[in-house]
């Protein structure tokens, strides 16, 4: 697996390229913490963070692709719901379960391909506009 940041996902947008960054460094680190054994808490920590920086960097997102009038505004908003969701999801279960039943590496894995794929499918469109 391997979160890295690429030239492929730069919209020009200088804060939406910002963000995209820092949420792949932060996958990056997710994935480096899980191969050192972490304690429950490192990953939640990681994992809190992920969830309320991709929340602040979304609505931002949104308001922007609104303003732009950007065909894909719709579809954006349905996919953060969901993304949003699915980190909330695992932040849950940890608080509750005990997380070292999960599979650390799928959860990861999950993350990373879902944000690379959402910004170069549905991002990029702020690009074309
Ligand atoms: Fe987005």
Redesign the pocket.
Known sequence: MGSKWSTEFITGLKEIDEHHFTIIKKLYEIEQLIQINPTKSEIMDALLFLESYTQMH?KF??SL?AEQNCPAAKE?KQ??AMFIDKVHGFNQNFAHNDMMDVDLKDIAVELSNWIIN??LQ??MKLKEN
């Open positions: 979304f997102e949104e692709m954006n996919q953060h959402h910004i549905v991002d």
